[in-house]
């Protein structure tokens, strides 16, 4: 089974700041990679998908990169709606999610 | 407006089985595979399997596999998620979720039910 791993697992910051969430594979699966946002008591939503793009209607400030075992998503200038819990899920082979990143407002 | 509507709050006790449905409302049903993803209290997402609502072909995450069933009636637009054997570890919340594949290409789960809460106690 094909293991994701984020970090961090928390993560503080304020309304207009940037901030990178990183997700890594236990082996390849090219760009094979998602990333959902969700918030609590809510279904997850999708943001990026094939590593890189964006969803139909998801902010710009949602960028997705990366390929191979490393993924990165950055959000530019937090907006309040933001704060939430951010997952990577790999699907070349089946599906996996990655343990989640809490951003939370400083 | 494609949405997902899946079935009310269950309660069962250990041992027994539970069988959530997840109806298609908005798009064409065969278009779209479905997954299930489950979510226990304060924890992550966790695939549990998929089906191809066309031909009916299924997987299963290896950890499941014996215990969940997922079906479909494409005369109602609906699938289905039946898990026996349930233990206190499989009280959560049940999401269905949607997902094209093109040209042998998934595009990602772009439309989630609202969720079906499982509650397994004795």
């Known amino acids: 089974d094909i293991q994701m791993t984020q970090s961090p697992s928390t993560l503080s910051a304020s309304v207009g700041d940037s901030v990178t969430i990183t997700c890594r594979a236990s082996?390849?699966?090219?760009?094979?990679l998602a990333w959902f946002q969700q918030h609590p008591g809510k279904a997850p939503k999708l943001l990026i998908y094939?590593?890189?793009n964006l969803q139909s209607g998801v902010p710009s400030r949602f960028t997705g990169s990366g390929s191979g075992t490393e993924f990165t998503l950055t959000i530019s200038s937090l907006q309040p709606d933001d704060f939430a819990t951010y997952y990577c899920?790999?699907?070349?082979?089946?599906?996996?999610f990655g343990q989640g990143t809490k951003v939370e407002i400083k | 407006q494609a949405h997902l509507v899946q079935s009310g709050a269950e309660v069962r006790k250990p041992g027994a089985s539970v069988k959530v449905s997840c109806k298609a409302f908005?798009?064409?049903?065969?278009?779209?595979?479905m997954h299930w993803v489950r979510q226990a209290p304060g924890q992550g997402l966790e695939w549990m399997g998929m089906?191809?609502?066309?031909?009916?072909?299924?997987d299963y995450a290896q950890r499941f596999q014996g215990r969940v069933t997922v079906t479909r009636d494409t005369s109602t637009d609906t699938v289905y998620m039946e898990l026996s054997s349930l233990r206190s570890e499989d009280t959560a919340v049940y999401y269905c979720?949607?997902?094209?594949?093109?040209?042998?290409?998934?595009?990602?789960?772009?439309?989630w039910g609202q969720g079906s809460t499982v509650i397994v106690s004795s």
């Open positions: 979720a949607r997902d094209r594949k093109v040209r042998g290409v998934f595009n990602g789960m772009d439309v």
């Open positions: 908005g798009y064409s049903f065969t278009s779209y595979y």
């Open positions: 089906i191809d609502p066309t031909g009916g072909s299924i």
């Open positions: 082996q390849s699966i090219s760009g094979w």
């Open positions: 094939k590593a890189s």
């Open positions: 899920q790999q699907y070349y082979s089946f599906w996996t």
